[in-house]
């Protein structure tokens, strides 16, 4: 069974532009969730997705958005880039939410912005 | 607000032998999901073990066990007979109650393991 798969591995952008990230799940999960890593701020949550809505948000500025289609692949939109949007952003799918159920990464997009 | 507290920012320990490394959390609610996750240098975020809040007896998958105070909230993970391809970040995280059936983790800074051949 293929594990989650992020696209681009990485990435270069110059401040002010736009990026989007794209992320499909492991077959059969319906729940997306993107997480920001960086050295400072460590791991933090961006956003949840569930049969294409989003049900939970962290505390991230407007510019970061997403989506998710109907065959639960998302994509994770970033506008009007900063310099500390430099991060690793990784993307985790799982099967219908439950205790024990694990979320599952992928390798991660690394977005640098110069 | 759930908090996951890792205060061992590095560990150095011997090929083959056992090691402990540290987790403590805090939360208000009385349900609650523990995992740890390696992290390779590659960046992929491996998942190890979990352990549920409710759960009587300690997890454990292969080399991995969960030893899991729940008095003083620590869930620390517990490696046997280490091996050089454990050399990586390891990360405690906590899951949020499931609200409307959204979830989200909570993650520790992390503990960098390196075995020593």
């Known amino acids: 069974k293929a594990g989650v798969t992020q696209t681009p591995r990485y990435l270069i952008k110059t401040r002010g532009q736009q990026v989007t990230l794209s992320c499909s799940p492991i077959?059969?999960?319906?729940?997306v969730s993107w997480y920001q890593q960086t050295p400072g701020q460590g791991l933090q949550f961006l956003f949840e997705y569930f049969s294409e809505t989003q049900r939970n948000k962290g505390n991230f500025p407007g510019r970061f958005s997403g989506r998710q289609f109907s065959n639960s692949r998302s994509e994770m939109n970033v506008s009007t880039l900063e310099l500390g949007d430099s991060a690793l952003y990784l993307c985790?799918?799982?099967?219908?939410?439950?205790?024990?159920?694990?979320?599952?990464f992928g390798n991660g997009t690394r977005l640098t912005v110069t | 607000a759930q908090k996951i507290t890792q205060t061992q920012p590095g560990m150095f320990v011997q090929e083959k032998e056992a090691v402990t490394l540290d987790c403590t959390y805090d939360t208000s609610d009385p349900s609650y999901g523990l995992f740890w996750y390696k992290q390779p240098s590659s960046g992929e975020m491996i998942f190890l073990i979990y352990?549920?809040?409710?759960?009587?007896q300690n997890a454990t998958e292969g080399r991995y066990s969960l030893n899991f105070q729940k008095a003083r909230k620590s869930a620390n993970l517990v490696i046997s007979a280490s091996q050089l391809g454990d050399s990586a970040m390891y990360f405690c995280a906590m899951r949020e109650p499931i609200i409307q059936g959204a979830q989200k983790l909570v993650f520790g800074q992390g503990t960098r393991l390196t075995i020593n051949p």
């Open positions: 077959s059969g999960h319906r729940s």
């Open positions: 985790a799918s799982s099967l219908e939410p439950a205790d024990n159920s694990p979320l599952h």
């Open positions: 352990q549920g809040s409710y759960d009587q």
